[in-house]
């Protein structure tokens, strides 16, 4: 266990007593890195952020190689990580785009699957080379398929808070689009702000459209990328109106491939210091977190852009740590 003397818990009122965390690195990370991580190396990966309490770990995407090569080996990787329900009560989701990647998904013995979509028509088209109602119908059957297996179902809805060629997307336009998916079936929604502009008031304003709309709270996750500096304090935003599920990516990995303004997720290590100061569980070791990304830093030839891995980790700030394990 640690001896760190900090951060302080101070509570503060009106917040969730624990939050869970959905890690995405593996997964939503990885995809955005411009060379292939070996599949050894991303096995390892997800066994240590088991070993360190995450419990919500997202593995790969089905998704065609020709799309996003760095997740070309779905199939020789899903199988390595059977031994991480040894460490605990450990879930590994995998993205979907389509019926095929269901198929792919199943045969390996998933049994937490996520769908993508777009608030905006734009970005489907780009992402998924439809249109926003074309790529709910395209989730139909995958989402019914994976329910009658009796796997959950995550439903991403990117753009919410705004697009890099539409602009600002009306709260509206969000809960529409978020509520069709809800409708398909799914059992959760993750809001993204997947080119980080997001700011607290705009996050409330969301939360509180939807539930208007009938999404519950509960049902709820959020996705902010660090562009302007906002995710931590749009996650504080999403914690006071009951938000209890976070996605976070370990060492601050991430962006979006196919939207090149997206910077890195809100690293999962910057969320834990925040939420232990807080006096939130999250049952995450954060010093078992931080040397797994500095571990995989090192794999990757450079620091971390987390802030805290390189508060805590203070050799990353000036130069890439070793390859050596």
Known sequence: MSTRPLPMKVPAAGLPARVRIHEVGARDGLQNEKGTVPTLVKAEFIRRLAVAGLTTIEATSFVHPKWVPQLADAEELFPLLGEIADVGDVSLPVLVPNERGLDRALALGARSIAVFGSATETFAARNLNRTVDESLAMFEPVVARAKAEKAHVRGYLSMCFGDPWEGAVEVAQVVRVARALMDLGCDELSLGDTIGVATPGHVTALLTALND???????IGVHFHDTYGQALSNTLAALQHGVSTVDASAGGLGGCPYAKSATGNLATEDLVWMLDGLGIETGVDL????????????????PSPSRTVRALTPSLASSPPSHKE
Not at 214 to 219: D, G, H, K, Q
Not at 287 to 302: I, P, Q, V, Y
């Open 287 to 302: 010093d078992a977190l931080t040397a797994t990304s500095a571990w995989l830093a090192g794999h990757l030839g450079r």
């Open 213 to 219: 709309s009938a999404v519950p709270t509960e049902s």
